[in-house]
């Protein structure tokens, strides 16, 4: 009796595997081929410990004896054009961000990576940086390099307050580097998207208003976003009442350390989520993998808090942002869960642009 009842246990469990196998990853048809949108982190490391930073701040509650439980690195060459060569010969157009928990400028081939990556037409290459080593030489070499958009964080128009929260930043420097970097765009014949954002503390509230009407005059985009308390996936600006829906994140979006780690999403910074290598498996795989089809569909099924990283986060709503028009600005104004984007009418309507809203 015993014996007939593992049988049937055993034969039960082998054809549920079976049947398992022959459907393995049934919620990945519901998304496209490959992420409309990846970040490629070339490398943690930091220049600057800003005090709001979740990876880099010295307050940070995620320091177990005063280290991250990811370790810090630079991704390697032969590892960056595996990416970029695969998203480029996938002819889906994919914005391609090479930022994650750290400064890319850091890294000595970030040239080399931005021009292999504009050789594709599908992608749109940039990075966000913090400024400190955008040296006229490198913005030489990255304009020649073909990038196509790079975003300066710049926190308000006060020396003393973004000194106070960007430890190790100098706001001169920073201001100087971006009109210098501004006026070598206006030379030339190609020029990239720019960007410029401001994290947002208490004190700098005021100076909202004149800080995205100064940089308007200079570049295509300006965006201002509130600091969130680190480590904080909740916002307050999502209205009453409003029904959570599955996270476009899952379905659009992802996120590659400089090991070639896959996290869940841009909100997971220590890769508890563990979606795979693609150092190990092609992007391909890995986004069709049987980890992602999970997660999707947990989604799809509302359980949300089956996730832990999901359970308290709000970026869901980034998909479905108020857009308006601000006639006094002459801009487009996109209102999401983390920032306001004060966006110039005649860069509005690029594709790729769009995409990035929601990140
Ligand atoms: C993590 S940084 C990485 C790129 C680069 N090192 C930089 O500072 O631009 C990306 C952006 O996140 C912003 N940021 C950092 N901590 C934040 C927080 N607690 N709330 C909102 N934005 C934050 C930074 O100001 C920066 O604009
Ligand atoms: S510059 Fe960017 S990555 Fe570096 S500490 Fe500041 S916010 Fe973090």
Same mark, same amino acid.
């Given at each position: ?123 749109? &290459?940039? !990075? ?5 080593? +955008?040296?006229? $030489? ?7 390099? =073909? ?107 992802? &996120?590659? !350390? ?5 996290? +869940?999403?841009? $909100? ?7 979606? =795979? ?83």
């Amino acid at each position: 009796m015993l014996f007939a009842t593992s049988l049937g246990n055993y034969i039960k469990s082998t054809v549920g595997r079976l049947l398992r196998l022959h459907k393995p990853h049934q919620y990945n048809h519901i998304c496209s081929m490959y992420p409309r949108a990846v970040f490629m982190e070339v490398t943690n490391y930091c220049n600057l410990n800003c005090v709001m930073c979740t990876f880099h701040s010295k307050e940070s509650p995620f320091r177990g004896n005063g280290r991250f439980s990811r370790s810090k690195g630079f991704m390697s060459e032969s590892l960056a054009y595996k990416i970029i060569d695969e998203l480029g010969s996938s002819d889906v157009p994919i914005w391609l961000a090479m930022h994650g928990a750290g400064e890319p400028l850091l890294h000595p081939k970030i040239e080399m990576f931005i021009r292999r990556a504009s050789k594709y037409d599908n992608l749109n &290459v940039g !990075f966000l940086t913090n400024g400190m080593l +955008l040296t006229d $030489e490198k913005i030489k070499a990255l304009l020649d390099s =073909g990038i196509k958009w790079l975003s300066v964080s710049i926190d308000g128009l006060r020396a003393d307050l973004m000194e106070k929260y960007r430890k190790g930043a100098s706001f001169s420097k920073i201001h100087s580097n971006t009109m210098h970097l501004i006026q070598a765009v206006t030379s030339r014949e190609e020029k990239p998207f720019l960007h410029v954002n401001m994290t947002v503390q208490k004190e700098m509230e005021a100076d909202v208003d004149q800080f995205v009407d100064y940089w308007l005059q200079y570049v295509d985009q300006v965006s201002v976003s509130p600091c969130r308390p680190i480590g904080s996936r909740k916002s307050p600006l999502l209205p009453e009442g409003v029904r959570r829906e599955p996270c476009y994140m899952l379905f659009e979006t992802m &996120v590659i !350390f400089w090991d070639g780690s896959v996290g +869940l999403c841009c $909100e997971d910074w220590f890769n508890w989520g563990q979606m =795979g290598s693609v150092e190990l498996n092609s992007l391909y795989e890995v986004w069709h993998g049987k980890k992602f089809s999970k997660v999707r569909e947990l989604h799809l099924k509302g359980k949300y808090s089956k996730l832990m990283l999901c359970k308290e986060c709000d970026i869901w709503f980034n998909k479905t942002p108020k857009v308006y028009f601000d006639t006094n600005r002459n801009c487009e104004v996109v209102v999401n869960a983390w920032q306001t984007i004060y966006r110039k009418v005649n860069k509005a309507k690029s594709e790729t642009i769009r995409l990035a809203d929601a990140l």
